[in-house]
């Protein structure tokens, strides 16, 4: 049973820099058919897909937050990251590392995708 789990700091602060690692456990992440997203919910609002890598390294993001995102592989370490730059508390969110085998950049619910970690809350806040 594959298993993901999301890590990172709860509170950032504005204009400052979001990080959140995404550790896989149970399958190798550079399994070429799968592709591992982050999406996220805002408080009150729906899921939103923000960008996936896919087990061969290639990268895609959402045209809305693509000058602020940046996702990466650590193969060593069976883990993927997501990096927000420049912050603001619209930003504030659950976010979710997830696993499917095809992009799907419109979300209705996390069951859209095969395995999700159980989701970390990141609030922006002064």
């Known amino acids: 049973q594959v298993q993901l789990q999301e890590s990172g700091p709860g509170l950032v602060k504005p204009s400052q820099t979001l990080s959140l690692t995404c550790t896989v456990s149970?399958?190798?992440?550079?399994?070429?058919?799968?592709?591992w997203s982050w999406i996220r919910q805002p408080p009150g609002k729906g899921l939103e897909w923000m960008g996936a890598i896919s087990g061969s390294g290639s990268i895609y993001y959402s045209p809305s937050l693509k000058t602020r995102t940046s996702i990466s592989m650590d193969t060593s370490k069976n883990q993927f990251s997501l990096q927000l730059s420049s912050v603001t508390p619209e930003d504030t969110a659950v976010f979710y590392c997830?696993?499917?085998?095809?992009?799907?950049?419109?979300?209705?619910?996390?069951?859209?995708?095969?395995?999700w970690g159980q989701g970390t809350q990141v609030t922006v806040s002064s």
């Open positions: 149970d399958g190798p992440i550079t399994t070429y058919r799968y592709y």
């Open positions: 997830v696993r499917s085998p095809r992009i799907i950049a419109r979300p209705s619910r996390l069951s859209d995708y095969n395995y």
